[in-house]
């Protein structure tokens, strides 16, 4: 939230520049802490790198704002494709550097490379600055904004669909364990879930774009019910794979879905404290899930779990449901 509002008084650029900045000063306190083998340093400086990492969840929504009507979905959905470039060059950084000096000292120190490069090139990009307009500007009350039935779905969409591919994802290591899957088979699977979630990027937009954000995201949420019923049915080392597959493709629909339809909800002057809202409720989910997903599996069991998912995902597509009708009813003239 504090990032977004910044970013409206400084611009784009400057708040992503920012951000890097803090990318690199967090990796080096991180990478000081393991040379002095402190925990609290180590803490400290994972928690600025918290501040690099919440700048960058605006870049699709910059992508969106400088892009015409017709190409905003794709736009967002290209910058999530970038997230394979990260899961490639990502561990296999970390595999080179890990061990140059003190374990894991070399890969924040790889870190801080990459958060400089990001500063040379979004020093290159052009994003335009805002207008006087609109940073004197609050425009509606957020309260009224936030009363919109798009605006409602939009949150819930992406918030709940980051929140039950969390919940999931996070168990299903735990589940495989407990079947007595050697190790390698979840970190199999686990990397077709990333390609899941993130392949489907290069075409998501055009999919919007033919078909409609709301079926799209309804699709989303049918994918994710699917992925709940490959795990109900067995736990052979395939239905896992099925449903972590299923699970990050229906999350991409509906949260990059969820995106596109948030920015039909808001004015330029209001762009910051609603996509600010917009990051904190996903967060707080993600974070929720993250914290209540090992508990869950221990103390209801991975089918359970797995059940509990149906309720919230049946509200999220009533819900789209019944928005897609409202907007197919003509309004009077």
């Known amino acids: 939230m504090a990032s977004s509002l910044l970013m409206k008084r400084i611009g784009r650029r400057n708040g992503f520049t920012l951000g890097s900045l803090f990318g690199i000063l967090g990796a080096l306190v991180c990478a000081l802490a393991i040379h002095l083998q402190s925990f609290v340093l180590l803490c400290a400086g994972t928690a600025v790198i918290g501040i690099y990492n919440a700048t960058g969840q605006y870049y699709r929504f910059t992508a969106a704002d400088v892009a015409n009507a017709d190409f905003k979905s794709r736009a967002i959905s290209m910058v999530l494709a ?3 470039i990260g899961a490639v060059i990502g561990p296999e950084t970390s595999k080179i550097t890990k061990d140059l000096w003190t374990p894991f000292l070399g890969s924040f120190l790889s870190l801080a490379v990459f958060c400089a490069i990001a500063i040379v090139v979004q020093r290159m990009m052009d994003i335009p600055a805002p207008s006087e307009a609109e940073q004197s500007s609050s425009g509606r009350p957020f309260a009224e904004i936030a009363r919109q039935p798009a605006f409602i779905v939009a949150v819930a969409s992406a918030a709940i669909g ?20 050697p190790f390698k088979e979840a970190a199999f699977i686990i990397q077709w879930h990333i390609l899941g979630m993130f392949v489907p ?6 999919l919007i774009k033919r078909f409609g954000v709301i079926p799209i995201m309804l699709t989303g949420v049918l994918l994710n019910v699917v992925c709940v019923a490959f795990a109900l049915t067995g736990q052979e080392v395939w239905r896992f794979w099925a449903a972590l597959v299923t699970l990050g493709v229906g999350w991409n629909f509906m949260y990059i879905g969820g995106t596109t339809l948030l920015t039909e909800t808001y004015t330029p002057a209001e762009k910051a404290k609603v996509q600010g809202a917009n990051e904190l409720i996903i967060f707080i989910t993600l974070a929720l899930s993250s914290v209540f997903s090992g ?23 009533s819900a789209l449901l019944w928005l897609g009708m409202q907007r197919r009813v003509p309004r009077p003239a």
């Open 201 to 206: 990027s290069f075409f998501t937009g055009a």
């Open 295 to 317: 508990a869950m599996f221990t103390l209801q069991g991975w089918e359970r779990m797995n059940w509990m998912a149906l309720p919230v995902l049946l509200i999220v597509g």
């Open 162 to 181: 980051y929140g039950v591919m969390n919940l999931l994802m996070t168990a299903t290591p735990l589940a495989m364990q407990a079947c007595q899957y």
């Open 82 to 84: 970038g997230g394979i």
